[in-house]
């Protein structure tokens, strides 16, 4: 018996909390926030990486933007504009080839340009690095040990 009325008072109160459902909005009711939002407007973040996009490859963040509204992921967006760059074609010649089938490689292939950034005359590190020390060239790779430096287990 007490097991019954247990039940019946938690389907009661289950009820009661969807008769409590919200009631649509009334005439002279404000409208909520989420209404009043601008369902255009970026999220910030989203904005920032478009004006820095935009700013560093000489471009409006619109242009960014209308290749975002195309449905590109911000590492395509980086290489359209790249391959644009290195290429001297519009943007929009570069998303006719993506939209064609040819891969981001391939399309700087048939363009003759590398896709990554232009590492000429960085000064590349050599293979060791640099130690502790900060000199190039200080750093030691497991293949670096001297004659008594041997790891466990080796014996000669």
């Not at 080839?97 to 950034?117: D, F, H, Q």
Request: glycine fraction near 16%; include cysteine.
């Amino acid at each position: 018996m007490k097991k019954s009325m247990l039940c019946l008072a938690v389907l009661t109160a289950f009820a009661a909390a969807g008769a409590r459902a919200e009631d649509p909005p009334k005439a002279g009711d404000p409208p909520k926030a989420e209404e009043t939002k601008d369902r255009t407007a970026k999220p910030d973040g989203q904005q920032k990486q478009a004006d820095k996009l935009a700013a560093e490859f000489g471009v409006k963040a619109e242009e960014v933007s209308a290749l975002r509204d195309k449905g590109m992921g911000w590492g395509e967006v980086r290489h359209a504009l790249s391959l644009s760059q290195k290429t001297g074609k519009p943007v929009a010649d570069i998303v006719k080839m993506r939209e064609s089938g040819l891969g981001w490689g391939e399309i700087a292939k048939k363009e003759g340009v590398k896709l990554g950034p232009d590492r000429a005359g960085k000064g590349a590190e050599p293979k060791g690095g640099r130690g502790m020390s900060g000199e190039r060239g200080a750093g030691r790779g497991p293949g670096d040990r001297g004659p008594k430096e041997r790891g466990p287990g080796r014996v000669k």
